[in-house]
């Protein structure tokens, strides 16, 4: 990997953190991705009958990032 092609890479992944970051009106959608979710039981898009947020997770807007490897 070159030092321009690892920059790209990062610039890449930091504009689409941000997007999710900011982005009220994202839909979730199943996947491989979701087996190592924490959020399941709370995911409208695994779970019929999601689990509303705990109070102590709604102060914040975070995103649970994950990434295959």
Wanted: glycine residues 4%; contains cysteine.
């Amino acid at each position: 990997m070159t030092q321009a092609h690892q920059e790209q890479v990062q610039q890449l992944i930091l504009g689409l953190a941000l997007r999710l970051r900011n982005d009220s009106e994202w839909e979730p959608s199943t996947g491989e991705h979701c087996k190592r979710c924490t959020y399941q039981k709370h995911c409208g898009a695994v779970c019929d009958q999601p689990e509303p947020l705990p109070e102590s997770k709604r102060k914040f807007k975070l995103v649970q990032l994950a990434l295959a490897v």
